[in-house]
C-alpha cells in the first residue's frame, strides 16, 4: 500500500513537497511514479524514477518539479515549484510497472 501527503492549497509560484510512503520495502519496486488526476481529466503521470535513480518528466512539469526516492526509508517524494494554477489534481504515486491499488492521493490546489 502506498499512501500519498503533503498537499495543500499554495498560491501560484508557490512550492510543495509531497511524500509517499510505503507499507513494504520499495527496493523490489523498479519504477515508482507520481500521478495527477484533474477534474474531469485523466490521471496522468508526471514523474517516474527507477532504483538506478534515472528519471523523467512531461514536458509540463519539466524543470519544476523533482521526483526522488529514500529506499531505507520506503518513502518516495515529488518537490513542486514554480507552482501553476493548471497543476490543480489530486496526486497519487505508484509502480509504474505493476500499479498496485491506488490510495486516496493528496489534493494539491493551486490558486490565489
Known amino acids: 500500500q502506498l499512501q500519498a501527503s503533503g498537499g495543500g492549497l499554495v498560491q501560484p509560484g508557490g512550492s510543495l513537497r509531497l511524500s509517499c510512503t510505503a507499507s513494504?520495502?520499495?527496493?523490489?519496486?523498479?519504477?515508482m511514479g507520481w500521478y495527477r488526476q484533474a477534474p474531469g481529466k485523466q490521471r496522468e503521470l508526471v514523474a517516474r524514477?527507477?532504483?538506478?535513480?534515472?528519471?523523467n518528466y512531461p514536458d509540463s512539469v519539466k524543470g519544476r518539479f523533482t521526483i526522488s526516492r529514500d529506499n531505507p526509508k520506503n518513502t518516495l517524494y515529488l518537490q513542486m515549484n514554480s507552482l501553476k494554477p493548471e497543476d490543480t489534481a489530486v496526486y497519487y504515486c505508484n509502480d509504474v510497472i505493476r500499479p498496485g491499488p491506488w490510495g486516496q492521493g493528496t489534493l494539491v490546489t493551486v490558486s490565489s
Open positions: 513494504r520495502s520499495i527496493l523490489s519496486i523498479y519504477v
Open positions: 524514477m527507477t532504483s538506478g535513480g534515472s528519471s
